[in-house]
């Protein structure tokens, strides 16, 4: 009878290394499909996030309220405002709403619903000390849409695109408030300033957002998007 002959040490051993090694292949393969995973995960986010902020800022443009008397749309260099018809229901009154680049995240600010002259007004001014020392209350009431180097305002009007800080409505609105004066003869009010004021800033037919999103980031670089006016007719 033949004995049985078993494994010898040394080819033990070589066995062992050799389902070490593959061990190790295999951690490695499995480790990087995760860390694939995870980051793909990350800049889907990312992307979405973004698109849910650019679908909401033409949302607010498409939404934008103009009452009697007041701006309905405003770029001042820190923040723009607007007031807007509710997107629940329309008998919920308006709603002043910012959009503002602070601690280089670019942030959106919503009022609570409105009914009076008054409270449009407050909100009108909340909305840009929002965009500058913002309260625990104010922050409350702000939704951060992605991170942000700079981002830049063009107004679309006369068939160019104008920065809206240097467009002629100030000199409009000077020259509708020596009207106003020389026709009354009389000096201009505050209601009357407010008024022409008013009257000079319509609506532009568009607008143009440009965002410069920072490096490393699933979307970089420089973002322009472009919104038309609705009820902009045939030319």
């Known amino acids: 009878m033949r004995r049985a002959r078993g494994f010898t040490l040394v080819e033990l051993l070589v066995s062992l290394f050799i389902l070490a090694v593959l061990a190790g292949l295999s951690w490695r393969g499995i480790d990087g499909m995760v860390r694939a995973r995870q980051q793909t995960e990350v800049y889907t986010d990312q992307v979405l996030g973004l698109q849910t902020g650019l679908a909401q800022w033409g949302a607010d443009l498409d939404a934008i309220m103009e009452l009697p008397g007041f701006t309905a749309l405003q770029w001042n260099g820190r923040v723009l405002r607007l007031t807007r018809h509710?997107?629940?229901?329309p008998g919920d009154g308006?709603?002043?709403?910012?959009?503002?680049?602070?601690g280089g995240q670019w942030r959106r600010w919503e009022s609570p619903p409105l009914y009076t002259?008054?409270?449009?007004?407050?909100?009108?001014q909340q909305a840009d000390l929002w965009s500058q020392t913002p309260s625990d209350a104010m922050q409350r009431q702000e939704v951060v849409i992605?991170?942000?180097?700079?981002?830049?305002?063009?107004?679309?009007?006369?068939?160019?695109?104008?920065?809206?800080?240097?467009?002629?409505?100030s000199t409009q609105t000077t020259a509708a408030l020596a009207a106003a004066a020389a026709a009354s003869g009389a000096v201009a009010t505050?209601?009357?300033?407010?008024?022409?004021?008013?009257?000079t800033s319509a609506l532009p037919d568009g607008v143009r957002l440009v965002l410069q999103l920072p490096a490393g980031r699933a979307i970089a670089g420089r973002l322009q998007r472009d919104w038309i006016r609705p009820t902009l007719g045939p030319s």
């Open 190 to 199: 505050a209601a009357a300033v407010q008024q022409a004021q008013a009257t």
């Open 86 to 89: 509710s997107s629940t229901s």
């Open 117 to 124: 002259r008054g409270d449009v007004d407050a909100a009108w």
């Open 146 to 169: 992605a991170p942000l180097e700079d981002w830049q305002i063009f107004y679309f009007r006369n068939n160019s695109w104008t920065n809206p800080q240097s467009s002629p409505d």
């Open 94 to 102: 308006a709603r002043v709403v910012g959009w503002a680049l602070r």
